[in-house]
C-alpha cells in the first residue's frame, strides 16, 4: 500500500467488529496510507484482505503502535486498558470500540450525528458509546434540540451478534438443534457461569448484574446517554433483553419532552436529521426491522405515536444494524471527523 495518507491500526481485526471496521475503511475509501491488522498471538501470521492485497495480521503489543496515526480497538476492555495508552504515548488517536474508557471523564464519548463538538478537546483518547445507546441517541438528538427531555424509558431487543461470533454460532446450532429434537448445548449467553438455550428463547440479561438490580448494559445506557448530551438532568431507565435475531438491535423507547409536540413535527425532525430513515405508516405496515436493516449504516425510526398516559409523551421504535452504526460504522464516522476537523496527525 502506499505511504501517503494514514497509518491505521485496527485492533481485534478478526472479530465481528474488527473486520466491519476493516471493510468499512476500504467501502467509505478512508485515506489509508498503511493498514495494520492486530489481534492476539494465536491469529498472527494470518492474513486478511484490504484493497486486494493480503495483508498479515500482527500480534498487538505496544511496540507495533510506533507510526500509527489512528488506532481503532474493538478487542476487549482488558486489551484496550492495556494497549491504548500504549498506542496513545507513541502518538496515534485511539477510537476504542470497548467500555474501559467511556466514562472517563477527560475522554470524549461520540456519536458525531449528536455530538461531534466533543472531539476537540480529545486528549489522543475518544470512545465508541454502546451500540444500543448509539441508536437512541441519534433518534433522541433532533427531540433533544427542538423539545428538550425530561426522561427517557427504553427496553431493548438485542440481537446475539452484539455477544460476538460464538454466540452467532451457538444460536445456529441451537436452532437446528431444536428443530431436529437434539440436545442444545448452551455455552456463551448470558455472561458468566451459569448459560441459557437463545434459540427460540429471550434472555433478559445482557452483561453482569448490578447490586442496584440493573445490568451492567443498562447502566451503560443511562450513563452515556447523559455523558453525550451533557445533561445529567436526564432521567434514563433502560431494561435489555438478548433475543434470538442474528443481526440488528431493536428498541422500544417512551419518551417525555420538556415541551408539548406536534407528531407531524416530530416526523418532520425525525425525516430530515442525519442519519435517520423515517419507516412510519402502520396502515401499510411500514416500520422497521432488524431484517431490513442489516448492512445498513443508518438508525431506522418508526411507530410514532402520541402516549395515552401523559401530555408530552411519545413512543418510537428504533432499529439499526449494531455491528456497523452499534459499533464499526460509528467508530469510522469519527476516524473521518477527526480528518476533517484537523484533529489527528499524518505521520
Not at 36 to 51: D, M, N, V, W, Y
Not at 117 to 137: D, E, F, R, W
Not at 236 to 257: D, I, K, Q
Request: glycine fraction near 8%; charged fraction near 25%; include cysteine.
Amino acid at each position: 500500500m502506499s505511504k501517503q495518507g494514514y497509518t491505521v491500526a485496527v485492533v481485534g481485526a478478526t472479530g465481528a467488529v474488527g473486520t466491519q471496521m476493516i471493510s468499512f475503511l476500504e467501502k467509505r475509501d478512508f485515506p489509508v496510507g498503511e493498514l495494520r491488522p492486530l489481534a492476539s498471538k494465536r491469529s498472527a501470521g494470518q492474513t486478511i484482505t484490504f484493497r486486494g492485497q493480503e495483508i498479515a495480521i500482527q500480534e498487538a503489543t505496544p511496540e507495533v503502535f510506533e507510526g500509527v496515526d489512528i488506532a481503532l480497538f474493538s478487542a476487549g476492555g482488558s486489551i484496550s486498558e492495556r494497549l491504548a495508552p500504549e498506542a496513545v504515548k507513541r502518538g496515534a488517536v485511539v477510537i476504542d470500540n470497548t467500555s474501559a474508557f467511556r466514562m472517563a471523564p477527560d475522554v470524549p464519548l461520540v456519536v458525531p450525528e449528536v455530538n461531534r463538538y466533543a472531539l476537540q478537546k480529545h486528549n489522543g483518547l475518544i470512545a465508541n458509546p454502546n451500540c444500543s445507546t448509539i441508536q437512541m441517541v441519534v433518534a433522541l438528538k433532533p427531540l433533544y434540540d427542538r423539545y428538550g427531555l425530561d426522561r427517557v424509558i427504553v427496553s431493548t431487543y438485542q440481537s446475539v451478534s452484539g455477544a460476538g461470533w460464538e454466540a452467532i454460532e451457538e444460536l445456529q446450532q441451537q436452532s437446528k438443534s431444536v428443530l431436529s429434537g437434539e440436545v442444545m448445548e448452551c455455552n456463551a449467553l448470558p455472561q458468566g457461569s451459569l448459560h441459557y438455550p437463545i434459540a427460540f428463547n429471550v434472555i433478559p440479561q445482557i452483561d453482569v448484574g448490578l447490586d442496584n438490580g440493573f445490568t451492567n448494559e443498562e447502566m451503560k445506557m443511562v450513563n452515556e446517554t447523559k455523558k453525550i448530551f451533557a445533561d445529567d438532568r436526564i432521567g434514563v431507565t433502560a431494561t435489555c433483553v438478548r433475543v434470538p435475531v442474528f443481526r440488528g438491535h431493536s428498541e422500544s423507547v417512551y419518551v417525555e419532552l420538556q415541551q408539548d409536540f406536534d407528531l407531524a413535527e416530530v416526523r418532520e425532525l425525525l425525516a430530515n436529521a442525519d442519519g435517520i430513515v423515517l419507516q412510519d405508516n402502520l396502515s401499510e405496515k411500514e416500520y422497521p426491522m432488524p431484517i431490513q436493516s442489516a448492512e445498513d449504516t443508518r438508525t431506522f425510526v418508526g411507530r410514532i405515536r402520541r402516549d395515552l398516559t401523559h401530555e408530552r409523551g411519545l413512543n418510537m421504535w428504533i432499529v439499526s444494524d449494531n455491528l456497523l452504526k452499534g459499533a464499526a460504522t460509528n467508530a469510522i464516522e469519527i476516524a473521518e471527523a477527526l480528518v476533517e476537523d484537523g484533529l489527528v496527525r499524518r505521520g
